[in-house]
T-cell receptor
Framework: NAGVTQTPKFQVLKTGQSMTLQCAQD?????MYWYRQDPGMGLRLIYY???????DKGEVPNGYNVSRLNKREFSLRLESAAPSQTSVYFC???????????????FGEGSWLTVV | ELKVEQNPLFLSMQEGKNYTIYCNYS?????LYWYRQDPGKSLESLFV?????AVKQEGRLMASLDTKARLSTLHITAAVHDLSATYFC??????????FGTGTRLKVLA
C-alpha cells in the first residue's frame, strides 16, 4: 500500500535555486497538506488544499507556492531557495474534515532539503 | 495566537516505569490526535480522541481528552525500549488545519 508518496527524498540546493517537491496519495482523500519540521519547532503547516481546486495558506507560507494538480497530487514549489528553508518537508492527506470518523491525517516519508 | 504545548519536551525514563506526557492547547478543538515518530521516519497515527472524556488504549499507551481543560494526556505504563520515539499531539481548531505540538522526545533506558 503506497499511501502518501513524496519525491525527492533528499535534495541539496544552492541559495536562489528553485525546485518542486512532488506528492501523490492513492487513498482518494480530498484534503492534502504540506508541513515542515524543524528541530524544537514541531510541525508547521505551510499550505493546505481542502479539496481539489482549492489551496490556502497555513502558518508559514512565505517563500512557497503550491499546486493541487488533481485530486491525487499536491506539489510544493520553492521559487528562490533560502538557507532558512532547510528543513524536512512532509506531505500529508486526510479524507476530509467532517463530523464523523476522526479524519486521521496520513503522512508521507518526508523530504530532506538542504539549502547552502 | 493558537498554541499547542507539550511537556515535557524531553523525557528519559527507565524501563518498567510509568509516566505521563501532557498536551495543552489554547483554543477550542473538538478532537485531538496523537502521533508517534521514529528518528528519520514519518509520523504514525496512534490515537484519535473525538469527544470530551474520551479514553483510548493501545498496549502500554493510554490517551485521554478533557476538552473543558483543553488538555490531553498520554500515559505510558511499564515503559519498554521500543516506545522510544517522539510523540506529537495535534488539534484541529478550524476546518482542515491540523496544528501540531512541539513534540516530546521519549527515551526509554534499559
Amino acid at each position: 500500500n503506497a499511501g502518501v508518496t513524496q519525491t525527492p527524498k533528499f535534495q541539496v540546493l544552492k541559495t536562489g535555486q528553485s525546485m518542486t517537491l512532488q506528492c501523490a496519495q492513492d487513498m482518494n482523500h480530498n484534503s492534502m497538506y504540506w508541513y515542515r519540521q524543524d528541530p524544537g519547532m514541531g510541525l508547521r503547516l505551510i499550505y493546505y488544499s481542502a479539496s481539489e481546486g482549492t489551496t490556502d495558506k497555513g502558518e508559514v507560507p512565505n517563500g512557497y507556492n503550491v499546486s493541487r494538480l488533481n485530486k491525487r497530487e499536491f506539489s510544493l514549489r520553492l521559487e528562490s531557495a533560502a538557507p532558512s528553508q532547510t528543513s524536512v518537508y512532509f506531505c500529508a492527506s486526510s479524507e476530509s474534515f467532517g463530523q464523523e470518523g476522526g479524519n486521521t491525517i496520513y503522512f508521507g516519508e518526508g523530504s530532506w532539503l538542504t539549502v547552502v | 495566537e493558537l498554541k499547542v504545548e507539550q511537556n515535557p519536551l524531553f523525557l528519559s525514563m527507565q524501563e518498567g516505569k510509568n509516566y505521563t506526557i501532557y498536551c495543552n492547547y489554547s483554543t477550542t478543538s473538538d478532537r485531538l490526535y496523537w502521533y508517534r515518530q521514529d528518528p528519520g521516519k514519518s509520523l504514525e497515527s496512534l490515537f484519535v480522541l473525538l469527544s470530551n472524556g474520551a479514553v483510548k488504549q493501545e498496549g502500554r499507551l493510554m490517551a485521554s481528552l478533557d476538552t473543558k481543560a483543553r488538555l490531553s494526556t498520554l500515559h505510558i505504563t511499564a515503559a519498554v525500549h521500543d516506545l522510544s520515539a517522539t510523540y506529537f499531539c495535534a488539534v484541529v481548531p478550524g476546518t482542515y488545519k491540523y496544528i501540531f505540538g512541539t513534540g516530546t522526545r521519549l527515551k526509554v533506558l534499559a
